[in-house]
């Protein structure tokens, strides 16, 4: 499903709010890993905006995506924040691709296509849950490769076992 011409995509960004770069979203990093043909999981810091920016850069039409969020209460934030549906249990199906979801459901066959991107808030969560969301996580991670790309976001890096490209977005030291 990937492409054989990969973008060169760096293994590390900064921020600096001294160049104007205070957020992710201020750096180009979505924009290169939508532009990578393979997997990509994103670690940066907690608050620096991986989720909003995420959710910006995959907002365009061109860019169908899943958003998983960890939990309910995390997907309901960013559905209600982002004008987006959220869809778990008992609530009214969603779209075909543009919504945010939980583990538990963003594996189901309805959902699963070569052409949306799946985006894994909490990507440490996949090991870090294990013991307790062995089934549910099992599920997840076999249908990665029905997906156009999978794209993790991270504050504590794991290697989940999946082939993937490691990005790491680092402040500058000095605004801290």
């Not at 499903?1 to 201020?26: P, V």
């Not at 249908?143 to 890096?157: C, P």
């Amino acid at each position: 499903m990937h492409s054989e011409h990969d973008l060169a995509l760096d293994s590390e960004y900064e921020l600096d709010k001294d160049t104007g770069t205070k957020w992710i979203s201020d750096t180009n990093v979505f924009e290169d890993a939508l532009k990578y043909s393979g997997d990509v999981v994103i670690q940066a810091d907690p608050g620096t905006g991986k989720s909003y920016a995420a959710l910006k850069q995959l907002g365009a039409p061109e860019h169908p995506f899943i958003f998983v969020a960890d939990t309910i209460a995390s997907a309901e934030d960013l559905g209600s924040e982002h004008d987006l549906p959220v869809y778990y249990k008992d609530q009214p199906a969603p779209p075909d691709m543009d919504f945010i979801t939980i583990p538990h459901h963003a594996h189901k066959d309805r959902f699963v296509d070569s052409d949306i991107h799946l985006v894994v808030d909490e990507w440490h969560s996949l090991l870090a849950d294990y013991d307790f969301k062995e089934t549910v996580i099992d599920n997840l991670v076999q249908s990665f490769s029905e997906f156009k790309q999978i794209i993790g976001l991270t504050g504590t890096y794991l290697p989940v076992p999946h082939p993937h490209k490691h990005v790491k977005v680092s402040r500058n030291r000095d605004d801290i």
